[in-house]
């Protein structure tokens, strides 16, 4: 299993929210290329990076973020949020992201994402699969689709996917531990994927009861900047 951790981007700064709400908002650091940087410094060879106000703007916003960290970096980014259309896609490839994650449009417009995952291939392509109460959630969270997880990661699947983030939003920057039982259940009916757990990781315990689940990842956010986990416990993940 391998950890990576998130920046969440709005106005251009590394930010947390609670459940996906606006109002509940963290900053933690004004520039988030030294937050990048210091990930790089600790062993971290990945980065997920959300673009909260793409999210909502249904169109990427922070791709300037997204060109400073990879140019001053060697981190693999993957980059989600506000991804909409192929122009969206292509600007995020050209700003330098190596990996995308397509999430609301999947569920939308899934024609189009099957679309992208040949043109593309599953290794750059991966899967969002935002869910609350098993259900996927949309629209930077703001609303419940009829789709279970294990329908959204199934179909994904047979259509050429192999990479599926999965974060449940009732526990995301709550600090109250994964949704462990959730993730057992999608694991053993969905062997072939590829499970990134996200969401409410906190502990190192955590990080350890994941990996015994046989998940493929686990993202990493305010654990990190709240100091519940730090990167030198994380060593032996990244």
């Not at 290329?33 to 909502?56: I, K, N, Y």
């Not at 699969?129 to 279970?148: K, L, P, V």
């Not at 969905?190 to 689940?213: I, M, Q, R, Y």
Request: proline share 3%; with cysteine; hydrophobic share 45%.
């Amino acid at each position: 299993m391998e950890i990576i951790p998130a920046i969440d981007l709005i106005n251009g700064q590394c930010v947390r929210l609670t459940e996906g709400d606006f109002s509940q908002q963290t900053t933690y650091d004004a520039d988030p290329l030294a937050v990048a940087q210091r990930f790089e410094q600790h062993g971290v060879r990945r980065l997920h990076l959300v673009d909260l106000d793409g999210a909502r703007a249904r169109r990427p916003v922070n791709l300037p973020v997204l060109e400073r960290i990879a140019r001053h970096t060697g981190l693999r980014i993957d980059y989600g949020g506000g991804l909409q259309s192929d122009e969206a896609l292509q600007q995020a490839f050209d700003a330098g992201a190596a990996q995308v994650t397509a999430g609301s449009i999947a569920v939308r417009e899934p024609a189009t994402v099957r679309g992208w995952l040949q043109r593309f291939g599953a290794e750059r392509i991966l899967l969002g699969a935002d869910f609350r109460d098993n259900h996927i959630a949309i629209n930077a969270w703001a609303e419940q689709s009829e789709r279970t997880l294990a329908e959204f990661v199934g179909e994904y699947l047979a259509a050429g996917a192999t990479t599926f983030i999965c974060t449940d939003v009732s526990k995301d920057g709550k600090l109250q531990g994964p949704s462990l039982s959730t993730y057992a259940g999608l694991r053993a009916e969905l062997p072939a994927a590829e499970l990134v757990a996200s969401g409410g990781v906190t502990t190192l315990a955590d990080v350890e009861a994941l990996a015994a689940l046989g998940m493929h990842g686990a993202i990493i956010g305010k654990a990190i900047y709240e100091g519940t986990i730090t990167l030198a416990e994380l060593k032996p993940w990244l």
